[in-house]
């Protein structure tokens, strides 16, 4: 749930989050651009994902989105059902050229299930994605690639929310959960989880892909991620370890990762160490979900003292995390540290429309408006409405 990066990207070195060109949140989006898009910087390399982020953040604060940016996101679906990370021009097809990915992919289904309206488009991804899992049971930032705990944690997100159980997402023998469970190590090194083996098959601890892989591993995402009530004890090795179990490890590896300084750290070559918002904000997330609030109040406490103005340099994917950190950590996205979040988010796109929260999804893209405007006619009580990146050690 990190603000993302394409392949491509990566090969650049161009580093979201904190050590990244700023991503200016501008009022509305450049006149060259989509005016449904969320943000002001190019979209090449995220729009996707960070208009999915914008829309579920969105969702989650029961503020609806304008039609524009949802269908700005719809139009981005290639017809195998893929997300590129931006399509410049949805009017053309999609080509071989065109590279598609699960990472963009699982993050749109995501956020059509959230606004509904949208299921054909939302069944067609998880189609796509399910045609591309690899046999071991994950999925690689790119169809065929590796498993990564990052995208196949992002994929299980988007099963959960289009009503599929992961577990029952099976390549042979083998469920996303076992994917995870091959990337997660033992309490002797930290119990945290890898991103992926290197080429010598060795798992080095991650905390991104650990607060992402915590989350999956309890079957969770985006749209359906709740504070949990399990204790952050300390790692456990088991015999049989289940995804419970490597999640409750992974938790008391961000928790002993933050104890420190209340946030986590990254490098990048050349660099000093300095604080890694973003990821701080994902193990927010990762720690609430599996001990509630609590667990996840310092790191909160901290972004909420700090994050500001990294939130407005890098735009609408850094507000929607602090959003979803905040909301799933008990606080109050309209008042973070003094920032209301969800204005700020807004402001880098289309007017949201205010109208009764859609919870249900439907085939049908124009019956839900049926609905909503027979409900409004018939009284006036209706109303309004988390891959491939910079891997490295952390700590």
Known sequence: MNVRRSAAVLAATVAFGTAAPAMAASPSPS??????????????????????????????????PADAAVDWLAGQQCASGAFPAFRANPAKACDAKLMVDTNSTAAAAQALSAVGGHGTAVTKAVTWLKSVQNKDGGWGYTPGGPSDANSTSVVIG???????????????ANSPYDALLKLSLPCADGGAFAYQPDKKGKLTANADATAAAVVGAL????????????????????????????????????????????????????????????????????????GGPAKAREPLAWLERNSAKWAEQNGPAAYAQLILAAEAGGADPSDFGGTDLVKQLTATGPAPVKRHAITSQDDSDTSVWWMVGAGLAAGAGVGFLLSSRNKRKQP
């Open 158 to 172: 988007a099963l959960k929310a289009s009503g599929d159980d992961p577990a029952k997402a099976l390549k042979g």
């Open 219 to 290: 079957g969770q995402g985006m749209v359906s991620v709740k504070a949990g009530d399990k204790k952050n004890a300390a790692c456990t090795d088991a015999a049989h370890p289940t995804p419970a179990g490597a999640a409750a490890n992974g938790s008391a590896y961000l928790a002993k990762a933050v104890a420190k300084d209340g946030h986590l750290t990254s490098a990048l070559p050349g660099s000093k160490d300095q604080p890694d918002y973003g990821n701080t904000a994902d193990a927010v997330v990762a720690l609430a979900v599996q």
């Open 31 to 64: 006149p060259s651009l989509p005016s449904g898009l969320y943000g002001s910087s190019d979209p090449t390399y995220d729009g996707v994902w960070r208009q999915s982020l914008a829309i579920v953040a969105l969702h989650r604060v029961d503020v609806e």
